[in-house]
Structures are given as C-alpha cells and as structure tokens.
C-alpha cells in the first residue's frame, strides 16, 4: 500500500527520503487537523489530505507538488498528483445527481454508487490545452489575468463540448490574442490536479492576424526571443518544457 500526505498543492514527504506508511499518518494526524483518509482500490494508494500543517514533525517536510514531480520519478508523480485529483474529486462529488441521494463508495473500483439508483460516479478529468506559438524566431507568451500574474505563460484553456482538440487549440489562440495558427503539433501531456485537469501540450506557427487581447482572460502579450524571458513558468510543468523545447 502507497501512502501519500497531502496539504493544499503540496505533498508531505520524509526529510529522510523513505516513503511514508501508516504509522507517519498518524503522527502527522495526531499533530495537524485532517481530512479523512481516502483510499484509491484501483492503485492501492491510502491518502491523508491534511487540514494544516502549523505543527508539521521536524522529520517531515511540505514541498509542492509541482516540485515534487520536477524532482522525483513519474511513478512518484503519477502517486502524488493522482492522490490530489482524487481528493479534491472526492470532496465533491457527494450527492447522486439522479435522485440526490448521499453517494457511498464502491466496494471494487475508486469510485462513488447510488445506493438509490445504482449510479456510478468515477473520478472526471477536465482535458485542456496548452499551445507554445512560433513566429520565426521569436515565441508568444502571456500574462493571464485571473492566475499566475507574475510570470509569462503558454495561451490554454479548457477543451469545450463536441470539440476537437486541434479545433480548441485554434479556438483558444482566436478568443484569447485575436490571430490565426497553422502547423499544430502534439508534444505532450501532464495532469494537473488544480483540481482535475489533463493538459494536453501543443506547438504552433503563427499565420496571419494582429494580437488583440482578450480582456477578461490576458493582460499582455508578447513576442520573445527565445530565452528571453525571464519571468516564465518553473520547471515542473508542461509550459516549462515547451517554452524550453524539452519534449
């Protein structure tokens, strides 16, 4: 059995690299406020979403997730990210949305029943997409109103009903800076449970048009150098490797 100690974006970890078991839970249960322990059947995972971390034992540490997956293996990110997704999945999803009775879990899968209905509610993912665009040699990047305003990201966005996911790619780039691409190129994919996202990683060219932003969504655009930019996104996360030409 896989144990996983969660907090916020984060994971708790062992200052002295050994994985944790049953008996950190409850050391660190003992010491912070928790959530429940949730178990994932499919992956043998345990979860301890912890509530604070204000008397974490000195012999643990808090590092986050996005770090932890840049630092350790991708079995080990895989762990960590699943626990968050399915924690804040969990949280959630409480009620059948047949007939509003209280969901219990599955007794085989990682999931949620009906004991109504017998409807079945497993873990959902949001699938987005993520697009580093090219013009000669220079790269578009952004700086999102809503999230991560310090730094210059990729354009990307949540993929809408009844669309392709070249044809969201497309629709992204028009809504959010006003131009047209062509030659889009799968590269890549990372999950990214902020709560539940797939993000699927893309490259472009640009083609035609003048950027014209998209208020509610960016603040500014601009064409960089490649390496130019200082402020872009850290290493741990799929915008990091496109920007960077790591795929």
Known sequence: ?????????????RKDKNNLSINDFEKLKSANLSDS???????????LPLLSI????EEYESIPLRQFAFTHT??????SFRAKALYEWNKETNYCTNC??????????TAKECPSCKKIFFPRIDPCIIVLISKGDKILLVRHI?????????????VEAGESIENAVKREVKEEVGITIKNIVYKGSQSWPFPKQLMLGFTAEYESGELKLQK????????FSKGECKASPPPGSIAYKLIHNLF
């Open 54 to 57: 204000d008397n974490l034992p």
């Open 74 to 79: 991708e079995e080990e990110a895989f762990t």
């Open 216 to 223: 509610e969504e960016i603040s500014e655009a601009i064409w």
């Open 100 to 109: 509003s009775k209280k969901l219990i879990n599955h007794k085989s899968f």
């Open 1 to 13: 059995m896989i144990a996983i100690a969660i907090f916020e974006k984060n994971v708790i970890i």
């Open 37 to 47: 322990i949730f178990i994932d059947k499919q992956n043998n995972i345990q979860i």
């Open 146 to 158: 809503n999230r991560n305003q310090d730094i210059y990201a990729c354009i990307a966005g949540f």
